[in-house]
């Protein structure tokens, strides 16, 4: 079993920074694929980061202001989000998974944390 939680959350001004963390338990990061995924009010959880072992994926929308990273030592995982943008606006959930799948899929994790809200005011 891997309980995930994440922390770091918080309101921003267009073109901020944050940083989100998601620290593990039950597993040790470098048998996990872990993802960032968010969901804004009225729409679908959409994939925003993955990463396994050195290997790292980014959708489009933040792909150049995102970065994942993981720290093995502290079994955590970290999102850093620069140049944000109004549309970044929502609950921003860590998942891990120990299994193979498309890193881009929320499907393919089996656990989940409990969610932090990002907001960015105009």
């Known amino acids: 079993q891997v309980q995930l939680v994440e922390s770091g959350g918080g309101l921003v001004h267009v073109g901020g920074s944050l940083s989100l963390s998601c620290a593990a338990s039950?597993?040790?990061?470098?048998?996990?694929?872990v993802g960032w995924f968010r969901q804004a009010p009225g729409k679908e959880r959409e994939f925003v980061a993955g990463?396994?072992?050195?290997?790292?994926s980014y959708s489009d929308s933040v792909k150049g202001r995102f970065t994942i990273s993981g720290d093995n030592a502290k079994n955590t995982v970290y999102l850093q989000m620069n140049s944000l943008k109004p549309e970044d606006t929502a609950v921003y959930f860590c998942?891990?998974?120990?299994?193979?799948?498309?890193?881009?899929?929320?499907?393919?994790?089996?656990?989940w944390g409990q969610g932090t809200q990002v907001t960015v005011s105009s």
């Open positions: 998942a891990a998974t120990e299994g193979w799948g498309s890193a881009f899929s929320s499907a393919t994790y089996d656990y």
């Open positions: 990463i396994r072992w050195t290997q790292t």
């Open positions: 039950g597993r040790t990061l470098t048998l996990l694929r």
